[in-house]
């Protein structure tokens, strides 16, 4: 399966393996909308394989070796509702704030606000927006509104009903 084909040609640099300091040296920002089918990992845990993320990344050298990654990721995703198992769209977002070292001995020993990524030689932009969509997700998904799940429950009801009457 060629995952790239999924992306259309101004997208694609999301999927390529690329050096993080030189991104950062050149200030790339990558922004656009990305189908949820480009994210295996993220995929598995919905119910569903539909949906756009909407995303942005920008890279910058932060002065002292290391790479800052600021962006965010935005969109719906369908989940299975863990009140009335019944499909739902859930909104996920999130901001992505992240320094990329290539040695831990540059991660800071001060908490900071970003969190720190040791990298190897090259890196995916597509990988750092999965990790952030996969922490999105709400830990026990559940409809919204509770008025919802009565809705499945009377949906269920209504084609146990119609099965009987066959
Ligand atoms: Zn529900």
């Known amino acids: 399966m060629d995952r790239q084909v ?9 999927l390529a393996w690329q050096d993080a300091f030189d991104l950062a040296a050149r200030k790339r920002v990558f922004e656009g909308r990305l189908p949820v089918s480009v994210f295996p990992r993220f ?3 919905l119910a569903a394989v539909e949906g756009d993320i909407d995303a942005r990344l920008a ?3 932060d002065g002292v070796g290391r790479v800052r990654v600021e962006g965010r990721v935005e969109g719906a995703v369908v989940l299975v509702c863990q009140r ?3 499909r739902y769209r859930q909104a996920v977002e999130s901001r992505v704030g992240l320094l990329l070292v ?3 001995a540059l991660i800071p020993h001060l908490p900071g606000a970003f969190e720190h990524e040791v990298i190897g030689d090259r890196i995916r932009p597509l990988d750092l927006l999965e ?3 996969m922490m999105s997700l709400p830990l026990v998904p559940v409809h919204p509104d509770p008025a919802d799940c009565e809705e499945t429950a009377r949906r269920l009801l209504a084609a146990a009903q119609d099965e009987l009457m066959e």
């Open 84 to 86: 009335c198992l019944g």
């Open 43 to 45: 995929a598995e845990l």
């Open 102 to 104: 290539s040695d831990e």
């Open 59 to 61: 890279f910058a050298a």
């Open 131 to 133: 990790d952030e969509l």
């Open 6 to 14: 999924a992306l259309p040609r101004g997208q694609r640099g999301w």
